[in-house]
């Protein structure tokens, strides 16, 4: 599957985003979707997973009660809505696929985008 994320740029603290990853399978539905970022220098960062169908979601502890993983499968593509940015929140957001069960390693996922840059100035 191939992905492709958009919707980065940069914004204000306090402001809101919607990043969205469009995919290129048209067995969309069967991957289990992720997103991760990248701060500058340093590692990957866990931040969002959601099942097939939508129904299991999971949140860094960093991002919980601020952003919003979704998928809209008749449409192929997650969403990631952002909101109450913050300067930490600052990375590289890269969308990953997977088979099987949420995880949030990224070792675990074969299938990455390649990444949409937000950058929130304070």
């Known amino acids: 599957v191939q992905l492709q994320a958009c919707g980065g740029g940069l914004v204000q603290a306090g402001d809101s985003l919607r990043l969205s990853c469009a995919a290129s399978a048209r067995t969309f539905s069967a991957y289990t979707m992720g997103w991760f970022r990248q701060a500058p220098g340093k590692e990957y960062e866990f931040v969002a997973v959601i099942s097939t169908s939508g129904g299991t979601t999971y949140y860094s502890d960093s991002v919980k009660g601020r952003f919003t993983i979704s998928r809209d499968n008749a449409k192929n593509t997650m969403y990631l809505q952002m909101a109450t940015l913050k300067p930490e929140d600052t990375a590289v957001y890269y969308c990953?696929?997977?088979?099987?069960?949420?995880?949030?390693?990224?070792?675990?996922?074969?299938?990455w985008g390649q990444g949409t840059l937000v950058t929130v100035s304070s």
């Open positions: 990953a696929a997977k088979y099987g069960t949420t995880s949030d390693k990224r070792d675990n996922y074969p299938y």
